[in-house]
């Protein structure tokens, strides 16, 4: 079992960066792969990032590649996402996720945990 708390969002202006965090419980936390998604009002959830259980795997969106960078940190049971060159179109609810190590790492039906979202608004 995992739990998962999401932390680091806020405003933030256009151009500047920011980390999330995300600190999960459970001794299993190395056993998981490990996704961000997130949410905009009106729109679907989409993926953002993921790594694999050894972190030597990383996956982005198209949207964010090149300006988002996701790590892990299994020692603290913590993963991260650092975003700079941030857009108003990031603006949205970052969801941090959990799943096993097997299987598809993009849908969001593949995630068997999630955090309760940390919002992120990015003003110009």
């Known amino acids: 079992q995992v739990q998962l708390v999401e932390s680091g969002g806020g405003l933030v202006q256009a151009g500047g960066s920011l980390r999330l965090s995300c600190a999960a419980s459970g001794r299993t936390f190395s056993n998981f792969d490990m996704g961000w998604f997130r949410q905009a009002p009106g729109k679907e959830r989409e993926f953002v990032a993921a790594?694999?259980?050894?972190?030597?795997?990383?996956y982005y969106a198209d949207s964010v590649k090149g300006r988002a960078t996701i790590s892990r940190d299994n020692a603290k049971n913590t993963v991260y996402l650092q975003m700079i060159s941030m857009k108003r179109e990031d603006t949205a609810v970052y969801y941090c996720?959990?799943?096993?190590?097997?299987?598809?790492?993009?849908?969001?039906?593949?995630?068997?945990?999630w955090g309760q979202g940390t919002q992120v608004t990015v003003s110009s």
């Open positions: 996720a959990a799943k096993a190590r097997s299987g598809s790492i993009f849908p969001s039906s593949s995630y068997n945990y």
């Open positions: 790594i694999s259980w050894s972190g030597t795997g990383t």
